[in-house]
């Protein structure tokens, strides 16, 4: 049984970070992209960031560049979304999903691009 199993959510101030990580089970994610996605209560679901199968590349959504950072570590088969500067409008729903192509060469921001989504952990911020 695959499985993303995020975790690192919680209530934190506006200004604040936090760490989310997000771990695979059932097969190795070693050669897919892997994403992150979040949803605001009312919104669609959005593109955060994604990490390339080779960790040399991410994209981020305009909204979170220059404070959200993404990492893995295929070796734990655990991807992360490093979150800095936390502000009000980043309150939301965070998933990891697992692009359904391997050895996709660019990373896609299409919800409907990733196949394995994890089950989320809320991240509030408070003012």
């Known amino acids: 049984q695959v499985q993303l199993v995020e975790s690192g959510g919680g209530l934190v101030q506006a200004g604040d970070s936090l760490k989310l990580s997000c771990a695979a089970s059932g097969r190795t994610f070693t050669a897919y992209n892997m994403g992150w996605f979040r949803q605001a209560s009312g919104k669609e679901r959005e593109f955060v960031g994604a990490?390339?199968?080779?960790?040399?590349?991410?994209s981020c959504a305009d909204s979170v560049k220059g404070r959200f950072t993404m990492s893995r570590d295929n070796a734990k088969n655990t991807v992360y979304l490093q979150m800095n500067s936390l502000k009000l409008e980043d309150t939301a729903v965070y998933f990891c999903?697992?692009?359904?192509?391997?050895?996709?060469?660019?990373?896609?921001?299409?919800?409907?691009?990733?196949?394995?989504w994890g089950q989320g952990t809320q991240v509030t911020v408070s003012s």
């Open positions: 990490i390339s199968w080779r960790a040399g590349r991410t």
């Open positions: 999903a697992a692009d359904q192509v391997p050895y996709r060469s660019v990373i896609t921001t299409r919800r409907d691009d990733y196949n394995y």
